[in-house]
């Protein structure tokens, strides 16, 4: 669920980014690459409608040219673009230059969805052609952007549509509900945190099951030293890798300061609200709700981050990449006054894990893409996970981690994806501080209440899902209604 990537978008950007990646490599594993005189995009529906204000041009450019989300510098990026621009020129997978007229060979279908006729569409789809030195066509292939991220070909969409695409992998945990993760755990006495981390094991470690299998999968499973250590150590210092990039990111945003891009001349204001928590420029009185301010500043700093095409992690997606981060920031801050670091630990990834579950159960059984349900899926989902974590760090029961996560996304249902100007700037980096803010509260309640409660869960995702395809497409990630048209001209 959680992947290092740069901004604006995750669907717009680090999608569209891995999408044109893999039609790269595939015509290089085809030998088509050097045979490749012109490639050919064309951007749908969403993709189409929000791609400028997203820099989905600038994320296909970099994946033709063969860079990955995750290793990237955001500080070579403008120079890249810039580069192929002014010299119609592009180095196809860093090697064959090919010519590429940006009006020519990028182009944005904004009254298209793809497939057009046929198939059930989807509102985030790329289709990529590669022509030889005759203009024949010598590949073509059509990515979807399924939201954190994530990417599907149209073949296996398709698929997998049709029961097809089984995953090999095993896990000893396997789980498709919140119902079905309250049932393992009480049957192995377990928490959640521990079942995924189990699972993960499993999945980093299936070359060696036959040695990691019978550990892992031995009723009673209590604690993480159960584990096979080198693959639990390995699964840790992959948590802490991304916490330690999440922690950069929340640092950059809140020494920052200045105009984001774009032209809305959002100003940056994670910065200086971290100046006056920080004493720099004292308030004057003593404020009970200050640790409130923090989240927010925290969440709000990642995503003016990410606004500016900074590297941040998708937690689950780049819109909602603050919230997850910044009750990381809270607990550590707030709730754990007076530990080491040592017994800090064990809480922070057990926060990870629980939320990653909570949003593997949003992936599988809704979405997060803000594109098809909503910002529901987007923030919404990012307070859920966070909610659920929250509880988990703190030791809260598996049934209060389920607790927190539903009333967290009860409380988002139907929250509409409007950005102004297409670009991820108003209302996202506020809603990221409102999110986080939420998840707070949505834990407490969780944690306060002994006598269970009346939604489930899966009945709320399943809600979430049904409420974003009843929305209309105006207000999913299209700017053309909402806020996005309803700007107050100053």
Aim: hydrophobic share 40%; glycine share 12%; net charge negative.
């Amino acid at each position: 669920m959680f992947k290092i990537g740069i901004g604006p978008s995750s669907s717009h950007t680090v999608g569209p980014m891995r999408a044109a990646l893999r039609f790269v490599r595939e015509l290089d594993a085809a030998g088509l690459l050097e045979k490749t005189e012109r490639v050919r995009v064309d951007l749908y529906g969403s993709l189409a409608l929000t791609g400028l204000g997203h820099g989905t041009d600038r994320a296909i450019l970099l994946g033709l040219m063969g860079e990955v989300p995750d290793t990237v510098d955001p500080a070579t990026v403008d120079a890249k673009i810039a580069e192929v621009r002014s010299t119609d020129w592009l180095p196809l997978g860093g090697r064959a230059g090919i010519s590429f007229q940006k009006d020519d060979d990028l182009r944005f279908r904004r009254d298209q969805m793809y497939p057009e006729a046929g198939v059930v569409s989807h509102p985030n789809g790329v289709r990529f052609t590669a022509f030889d030195a005759a203009g024949a066509v010598i590949s073509t292939e059509v990515f979807y952007s399924i939201g954190g991220g994530f990417i599907v070909s149209e073949a296996e969409r398709l698929a997998e549509g049709a029961g097809g695409v089984a995953s090999t992998r095993v896990v000893p945990y396997p789980f498709r509900s919140a119902e079905e993760l309250l049932r393992i755990g009480a049957s192995y006495k377990t928490t959640i945190a521990e079942i995924v981390l189990a699972n993960e094991c499993a999945l980093y470690g299936s070359e060696n099951l036959h040695e990691t299998g019978p550990r892992i999968r031995r009723p009673g499973l209590t604690s993480l030293a159960d584990l096979d250590l080198p693959l639990h150590e390995q699964i840790q210092r992959g948590i802490l890798a991304l916490w330690r990039a999440m922690q950069a990111c929340t640092r950059r945003g809140m020494e920052t300061e200045g105009v984001l891009p774009g032209g809305l001349n959002v100003r940056r204001r994670a910065a200086r609200l971290a100046r006056r928590l920080e004493g720099e420029e004292p308030s004057g009185r003593y404020d009970p709700l200050a640790a409130l301010d923090w989240v927010t500043m925290w969440a709000m700093a990642v995503n003016e981050e990410n606004a500016a095409g900074g590297r941040v992690v998708t937690a689950p997606t780049n819109g909602a990449a603050g919230v997850v981060p910044a009750i990381a920031h809270y607990y550590l801050r707030f709730l754990c006054e007076g530990m080491v670091e040592e017994e800090k630990e064990p809480g922070l990834l057990g926060y990870f894990l629980t939320a990653a579950a909570i949003g593997i159960l949003y992936k599988e059984n809704a979405s997060i893409s803000g594109a098809e349900v909503g910002c529901q899926g987007e923030v919404g989902v990012a307070c859920s996970m966070a909610a659920g974590g929250l509880v988990a760090a703190q030791g809260g029961t598996n049934a209060q981690v389920e607790h927190a996560a539903e009333v967290a996304m009860e409380h988002s249902l139907g929250m509409t994806c409007d950005p102004i100007g297409g670009l991820v700037q108003i209302p996202c980096i506020e809603r990221n501080g409102m999110g986080a803010v939420k998840a707070i509260n949505a834990s407490r309640i969780a944690m306060h209440e002994t006598e269970g409660h009346k939604l489930s869960l899966d009945q709320v995702i399943r809600t979430m899902y049904e409420t974003g395809m009843d929305m209309q497409s105006r207000y999913k990630e299209t700017s053309l209604a909402g806020l996005a048209l309803n700007v107050i001209e100053c």
